[in-house]
Nanobody, 121 residues
Framework: QVRVVESGGGSVQAGESLTLSCRLS????????AGWYRQPPGKQRELVAA???????NYADSVKGRFTISRDDAKNTVILQMNSLKPDDTAVYYC???????????????WGQGTQVTVSS
């Protein structure tokens, strides 16, 4: 069983930055991938960014150039650095453990409880 715990959400003004952190524990190891999803109010959940065991990254078009996902396997931690935040980035952000098949990320190892990010204009 995988345990996923996020931290670092909050409220900021447009243009500011936030860093989300996620610690994965349990039946997960450095050969697994990880990813961040978000669910804006009234909308469907969407993949924001994912990172493979080798460090390959995928990003949603809406966050490319602004968000960076990284991992520290020694600490079982995945970081989402979010810069130049926009009101449209307001959402609950979820960290996941998963796997890649080709270039597609599957969040099949566990989900966190979510952390709220609110960006005001």
């Amino acid at each position: 069983q995988v345990r996923v715990v996020e931290s670092g959400g909050g409220s900021v003004q447009a243009g500011e930055s936030l860093t989300l952190s996620c610690r994965l524990s349990g039946s997960i190891h450095s050969s697994n991938a990880a990813g961040w999803y978000r669910q804006p109010p009234g909308k469907q959940r969407e993949l924001v960014a994912a990172i493979s065991a080798t460090g390959r990254t995928n990003y949603a078009d809406s966050v490319k150039g602004r968000f960076t996902i990284s991992r520290d396997d020694a600490k079982n931690t995945v970081i989402l650095q979010m810069n130049s935040l926009k009101p449209d980035d307001t959402a609950v952000y979820y960290c996941t453990g998963g796997t890649f098949t080709g270039t597609t990320y599957y969040p099949n190892l566990g989900w966190g409880q979510g952390t709220q990010v609110t960006v005001s204009s």
